[in-house]
Nanobody, 117 residues
């Protein structure tokens, strides 16, 4: 069973930084693409960034150049370094693991990021 354990959300001032982390078991981390999605109040869930097992990354236009996704293989964890945060980044951030062969997605419980002065 896939478990995704998120950490790192919180309150930050505009222009500040946060790092989100998502850990899973090695049997899944090794083979499948993982990433982050977010959902702001009143809006649909949207892609933020993904990273494949080979390290290939993908970013939403709204975060490219400000956010960096990475893999920490010894810890079976992905990180999302978020810099230059603004109010539009306020959302619940969900960790995702995607099994491409079956099209199945697994989700973490979500972690709230609030950007406010």
């Amino acid at each position: 069973q896939v478990q995704l354990v998120e950490s790192g959300g919180g309150l930050v001032q505009p222009g500040g930084s946060l790092r989100l982390s998502c850990a899973t078991s090695e049997r899944f981390f090794r083979w499948y693409e993982m990433g982050w999605f977010r959902q702001a109040p009143g809006k649909e869930r949207e892609l933020v960034s993904t990273i494949a097992p080979n390290g290939r990354t993908n970013y939403a236009d709204s975060v490219r150049g400000r956010f960096t996704i990475s893999r920490d293989s010894p810890k079976n964890t992905i990180h999302l370094q978020m810099n230059s945060l603004n109010a539009d980044d306020t959302a619940v951030y969900y960790c995702n693991l995607h099994i491409g062969t079956s099209g199945v997605d697994y989700w973490g419980k979500g972690t709230l990021v609030t950007v406010s002065s």
